[in-house]
T-cell receptor, first 116, second 116 residues
Framework: GAVVSQHPSRVICKSGTSVKIECRSL??????MFWYRQFPKQSLMLMAT?????????EQGVEKDKFLINHASLTLSTLTVTSAHPEDSSFYIC????????????FGDGTRLSIL | AQTVTQSQPEMSVQEAETVTLSCTYD???????LFWYKQPPSRQMILVIR??????QNATENRFSVNFQKAAKSFSLKISDSQLGDTAMYFC?????????????FGAGTILRVKS
C-alpha cells in the first residue's frame, strides 16, 4: 500500500521548454503533497507544499512563477517548470502524505530533468 | 526553526556486521516525529523506521533499530547483520506534530557502503 507514482522518470529538453511532472497517489488520498529538489549527493530541499484545492505554499527562495504547482484532486499534483534553463537541471521528487494522525510521507521515484 | 545534523558524510561496514549512523536535531517542540529514510542508487526514498517523540521505547523494524535520546536530541540508527542491499544514502528527518504542519526537515545524509 501507499504507492506514489511520479512521471516522467527522465526528461531531456531544450532550453526555454516548459516541463510538467506528475505525482499521483495510487492507493490512497493525499490532501497534501510535497515537491523537493535534490542535487547530486545532497539532501532533499523542499520547494513547496501542495494542498488539494488551494494554492501551494512555496519555501523561501523558490520562484512560484517558475515552478507552477497544481493540486486539482486528492490523488494528483503537478509541477510545471516554466521556460526551463540549464540551471533548472536537477532531480525532482514528490511525496504524498495520507490524511490523519502521524502518517509518514511516501515518495515517488523522482524525475531527472536535464535542460540542454 | 528545526535543524537536523548528520555528522558522518560516508561510512563503510563489512557484510553481516553492525553499523550505527548518527543524527542530532535541534527543536523547541515537545511533540514531534523522527524518521530514517533510505535512498538507494535507484534514487527512490524508502521509509526505514520512525519514532514518535512521546514514546520512550525505541522503535525497531527487523534489522533496523534506533537509539532515541530525547534529552540529548539524538536519534541514531543501528543496522544489524548488514546486507549488500543496505548500501544507500540514509537521511534522518524531523517532522513537527501534524497539527502544526507536515513538513519534513532532512539532514545532509550519510552514504553507507556495505562491503562483501
Amino acid at each position: 500500500g501507499a504507492v506514489v507514482s511520479q512521471h516522467p522518470s527522465r526528461v531531456i529538453c531544450k532550453s526555454g521548454t516548459s516541463v510538467k511532472i506528475e505525482c499521483r497517489s495510487l492507493d490512497f488520498q493525499a490532501t497534501t503533497m510535497f515537491w523537493y529538489r535534490q542535487f547530486p549527493k545532497q539532501s532533499l530541499m523542499l520547494m513547496a507544499t501542495s494542498n488539494e484545492g488551494s494554492k501551494a505554499t512555496y519555501e523561501q527562495g523558490v520562484e512560484k512563477d517558475k515552478f507552477l504547482i497544481n493540486h486539482a484532486s486528492l490523488t494528483l499534483s503537478t509541477l510545471t517548470v516554466t521556460s526551463a534553463h540549464p540551471e533548472d537541471s536537477s532531480f525532482y521528487i514528490c511525496s504524498a502524505r495520507q490524511t490523519g494522525g502521524n502518517q509518514p510521507q511516501h515518495f515517488g521515484d523522482g524525475t531527472r530533468l536535464s535542460i540542454l | 526553526a528545526q535543524t537536523v545534523t548528520q555528522s558522518q558524510p560516508e561510512m563503510s561496514v563489512q557484510e553481516a556486521e553492525t553499523v550505527t549512523l548518527s543524527c542530532t536535531y535541534d527543536t523547541s517542540e515537545s511533540n514531534y516525529y523522527l524518521f530514517w529514510y533510505k535512498q538507494p542508487p535507484s534514487r527512490q526514498m524508502i521509509l526505514v523506521i520512525r519514532q514518535e517523540a512521546y514514546k520512550q521505547q525505541n522503535a525497531t523494524e527487523n534489522r533496523f533499530s534506533v537509539n532515541f535520546q530525547k534529552a540529548a536530541k539524538s536519534f541514531s540508527l543501528k543496522i544489524s547483520d548488514s546486507q549488500l542491499g543496505d548500501t544507500a544514502m540514509y537521511f534522518c528527518a524531523f517532522m513537527k506534530h501534524p497539527e502544526y504542519g507536515n513538513k519534513l526537515v532532512f539532514g545532509a545524509g550519510t552514504i553507507l557502503r556495505v562491503k562483501s
